[in-house]
C-alpha cells in the first residue's frame, strides 16, 4: 500500500506551528517550500548566521509524509486546531512503494574534479585505473563535492600540493578536502570542526579512504603552522576567523578561502589583506574562490 504525501497551503507565518502540530499527531515528516515556486511570483531566500534577513514567502506550501492508514481529514483538524488557525484545504498523493536505497544511490553519480581526481560513491566503480579515487557517500557532513564550493578547493589543492605540505582544513566537514589533500601526496593533514558529528564522519570517511589524517572539534588546541590552509563555510564566519587562520598558516604558506558568493568576495578579502596577499582564485556559478600569500 502506498504512503500517503498531504499537501497543504498555509501563511508563511503559520508554517512553523503548523509543521509542528502535522508531526505531533502523526506526521512521519514535513518540508516547506515557497507556494509560488515555479512560477514568476517565486522568492528565492538567502541566509547566513549573523546576517539578520526579513524576507518570508508570502505563502508556504508544506508536505507531510504520512502512513498508509492515515485519517488525514482528522489529521489536518487536529493540527489546524493546534497550531491555532482554520482548518486549510488540502490534497493528497499517493507516493509508491520505492526501493528508496537504490533510488537514493541513483542520484550520486561520480564527480571528475580534475584531470586525474575523482569523488566515487562507495558503490561506484572507478571510473579510469589511473584516477586519484575519493571514496565519499552522502552523509551527515557537508562536503560530498557536488556542491561548486567544494569543487573549487578541491582544483585548488589539485593544483597547490606538490608533496610533503601540512595542510589545516579549518570547517572541515565530511573531510574531504583533507582527505584530498593527503591523497594529493600533502605530508600531513588537520580538519577542525565545531559540529562532532562532521568530526566524526570524517574520521570514518578517512578510514574508507585508507588515509591517516588529524580530526578535531574547535575545543581541542590547535598548535601547528600550515603550509596550505582551506575553509570552505561562509562570508560572516570567514572575517571572524581571519585573525585565528593567519596564525596557523606560516609566512609564504598559502590560504583559500571558499563558500562566498561572489558580491561577498571583495569584503572577506579586505579583512585577510592585514596578513595575506590577496586575490580571486576563481568564480564559479555565482561563487567565488579567494587565494592568498602569508607574508
Not at 569584503?267 to 568564480?283: G, I, K, N, T
Amino acid at each position: 500500500m502506498p504512503w500517503i504525501a498531504l499537501i497543504l497551503e498555509v501563511d508563511a507565518a503559520d508554517t512553523d506551528a503548523m509543521s509542528d502540530a502535522l508531526l505531533a499527531h502523526g506526521a512521519l515528516s514535513v518540508t516547506v517550500e515557497d507556494a509560488a515556486a515555479g512560477t514568476p511570483e517565486e522568492q528565492p531566500l538567502f541566509g547566513e548566521p549573523g546576517v539578520p534577513s526579513e524576507a518570508v514567502w508570502r505563502r508556504a506550501l508544506v508536505r507531510a509524509l504520512c502512513e498508509p492508514d492515515t485519517d488525514v481529514a482528522r489529521l489536518v483538524t487536529e493540527a489546524a486546531a493546534e497550531a491555532g488557525i482554520e482548518t486549510p484545504p488540502y490534497r493528497t498523493e499517493a507516493v509508491p512503494e520505492q526501493d528508496w536505497v537504490r533510488l537514493t544511490q541513483a542520484q550520486f553519480d561520480p564527480i571528475r574534479i580534475s584531470e586525474r581526481l575523482w569523488i566515487v560513491p562507495s558503490w561506484h566503480e572507478p571510473p579510469a585505473p589511473d584516477a586519484i579515487v575519493l571514496r565519499l557517500d552522502p552523509g551527515l557532513a557537508f562536503g560530498t563535492g557536488s556542491h561548486p564550493t567544494t569543487r573549487l578547493c578541491l582544483r585548488w589543492l589539485d593544483e597547490r600540493v606538490r608533496g610533503g605540505e601540512e595542510v589545516l582544513d579549518y570547517g572541515c566537514g565530511s573531510g574531504v578536502l583533507a582527505i584530498a589533500a593527503m591523497k594529493l601526496g600533502a605530508g600531513k593533514a588537520t580538519g577542525v570542526d565545531i559540529d562532532p558529528t562532521a568530526v566524526e564522519q570524517a574520521r570514518l570517511n578517512a578510514a574508507n579512504n585508507g588515509i591517516r589524517a588529524r580530526f578535531i572539534d574547535t575545543e581541542t588546541p590547535l598548535e601547528l603552522q600550515a603550509d596550505l590552509v582551506l575553509t570552505n563555510i561562509l562570508a560572516m564566519p570567514l572575517k571572524v576567523l581571519a585573525p585565528l587562520l593567519a596564525s596557523h598558516c606560516r609566512s609564504g604558506g598559502r590560504i583559500v578561502l571558499a563558500g562566498l558568493l561572489d558580491a561577498q568576495a571583495e569584503e572577506v578579502a579586505a579583512a585577510y589583506r592585514p596578513w595575506f596577499d590577496m586575490q580571486v582564485y576563481v568564480s564559479e556559478e555565482g561563487w567565488t574562490a579567494l587565494e592568498g600569500v602569508r607574508r
